[in-house]
């Protein structure tokens, strides 16, 4: 007969966290919510650290590349979705990974006979506005001038003419060693009021540029996600049927990470696609599930899974449950497979992160979620709110609406993801509908980090490596969730103050 797990499965609104002692030494500024991305031994420092403990969803409807950007300035990371073909994917990790750096490998170079409406034609493409002339017209050609957005108009200049008429030549730019450090770069900057500063080698070739608009970003954004050269990070999935020709080709295009993406990850095929990248690309870190019990992640753990990703049929757009049968409370989940990380660290002396994915539909879910044991959490619904996700902007008579679909419905037809037999989905495990606008990501994660933050000051932790160590979980009664809420008739204007 089947086996009958005698615990019941619960959602994070069956528990509350009970407040600890607060420290003066402990405030929201002070609190530090850096977290492991990927496998370390015990001891040692992440390969991979997330400067907040947020992820996007792999997903069509949630992860652009301009939300990748945005998560990574506020130091969390996207993996870009896979739903699409290696070309397309791997461009949109490169526009990620080209968007800003301490020191820039230009991707806007033209020569300098070639046409003002050439050089228009790749601004446009790159969407940048300063322009490298090299002798060559590549990346590290031999630089003979800078051109700008502000060196030439259309409609007053000939755009059959040649970039050479309208370029700053070389001779007339201030420029530096290719040994000058970042610190010294930006000093410069500032000291000479300049834009921009090309970094050339001893025969005048380009190596990088070094933008001043790329110093004011690392102020407002302290905790950007970036890797050695000061690139945003930016993860990718994968799947477990074309895993051999995509990886690479990710590689190539410059992705921090990896992570195979199914909605059951406890399989035979999802084990040998890890041993696969582990032994032909030992330098990527991958990520592994989904799983919902300690017995899975032990499994993608010894098949080499780098994080494990926890959640089956919690996602607002999921019905994996209602089609399947299958699935968990994502609190149960989530806390069975910490205890099987823990026992995974002390049997190997190695710490596999886990990542909460579904299930998070208040703020204070984030919270519960770090509390209960994940290092991070990934969300979907929670980002396709925002501008920079993929979902049209919609108006409704109470206010916009954002497009939000699952990998699981026609719309996205991500048959690869859920192993259904043959090459298409023979039934829904998703569906396709709208959640409400909220503007702006950096406002509104702004918003939610604030919200952790003060969560964790009342339970008295500094660090999230303290948080999952001392928080204290209670359950919660229906009376006792239904007291949680206001209950009182709320106005519909503000009040007037005197």
């Known amino acids: 007969m089947a086996q009958i797990i005698a615990e019941v499965s619960r959602t994070f609104n069956e528990f509350l966290l009970l407040p600890n002692r607060t420290r003066t030494d402990c405030t929201p500024a002070t609190v530090d919510l850096r977290t492991p991305l990927v496998r370390h031994v015990v001891g040692e420092r ?15 409807a949630v992860s652009t590349p301009e939300l990748a950007i945005a998560l990574a300035r506020n130091g969390g990371l996207s993996f870009l979705h896979h739903n699409q073909s290696i070309q397309d994917q791997a461009a949109a990790v490169r526009q990620v990974k080209n968007f800003k750096a301490g020191f820039v490998t230009s991707d806007t170079n033209v020569r300098p006979d070639d046409s003002l409406s050439h050089l228009t034609a790749v601004m446009r493409r790159t969407g940048h ?5 090299t002798e060559d017209g590549s990346a590290t050609g031999r630089l003979l001038g800078l051109v700008t957005s502000r060196d030439f108009h259309p409609q007053r200049h000939d755009l059959d003419g040649p ?5 700053t030549p070389v001779a007339q730019l201030p420029y530096a060693p290719g040994d000058i450090t970042l610190s010294e770069a930006n000093a410069r900057l500032w000291d000479q009021r300049l834009d921009c500063l090309p970094v050339l080698d001893t025969e005048g070739r380009l190596q990088h540029l070094v933008f001043r608009s790329d110093y004011a970003d690392n102020k407002r954004f302290p905790h950007q996600a970036v890797d050695s050269a000061k690139r945003l990070r930016v993860g990718a999935g994968v799947n477990t049927h074309d895993y051999q020709e995509r ?22 095929w999802q084990a040998q696609a890890l041993t696969w990248v582990k032994k032909h690309h030992p330098e990527i870190p991958v990520g592994g599930g989904n799983v919902v019990d300690g017995r899975a992640f032990t499994f993608l753990a010894e098949a080499g899974a780098d994080f494990v990703k926890v959640g089956v049929g919690g996602g607002s757009i999921c019905i994996t449950r209602d089609q399947k049968g299958i699935g ?7 806390l069975d497979v910490a205890a099987a990380r823990d026992a995974f660290r002390e049997r190997t002396g190695q710490y596999v992160p886990i990542c909460s994915d579904g299930g998070l539909v208040h703020d204070y879910h984030v919270a519960l979620a770090l509390a209960m044991g994940a290092d991070f959490v990934m969300m979907g619904r929670y980002f396709a709110r925002f501008d920079q996700a993929a979902g ?9 609406v954002k497009e939000y679909w699952g990998e699981g419905s026609n719309r996205a037809r991500n048959w690869q993801r859920y192993g259904q037999g043959g090459q298409g989905l023979i039934f829904e495990e998703g569906v396709d509908g709208y959640v409400p606008y909220a503007g702006d990501l950096d406002e509104g994660l702004a918003l939610t980090t604030a919200k952790l933050r003060t969560t964790m000051v009342s339970c008295g932790s500094a660090t999230l490596a303290e948080f999952q160590s001392t928080a204290r979980l209670t359950l919660v009664s229906d009376q006792s969730f239904q007291e949680s809420h206001a209950n009182v008739t709320l106005r519909d204007t503000p009040a007037t103050v005197a």
């Open 46 to 60: 992440s390969a991979i650290e997330l400067g907040s403990p947020f992820t996007s969803a792999i997903m069509q």
């Open 129 to 133: 506005s300063t322009a490298a002339v």
């Open 163 to 167: 970039v050479s008429g309208r370029m």
């Open 247 to 268: 990886v690479p080709a990710l590689l190539a295009a410059g992705a921090d990470a990896l992570c195979f993406d199914s909605s059951d990850g406890y399989s035979d």
């Open 328 to 334: 968990r409370g994502q609190a149960s989940a989530l």
């Open 392 to 400: 049209a902007k919609l108006p409704t008579r109470d206010g916009f």
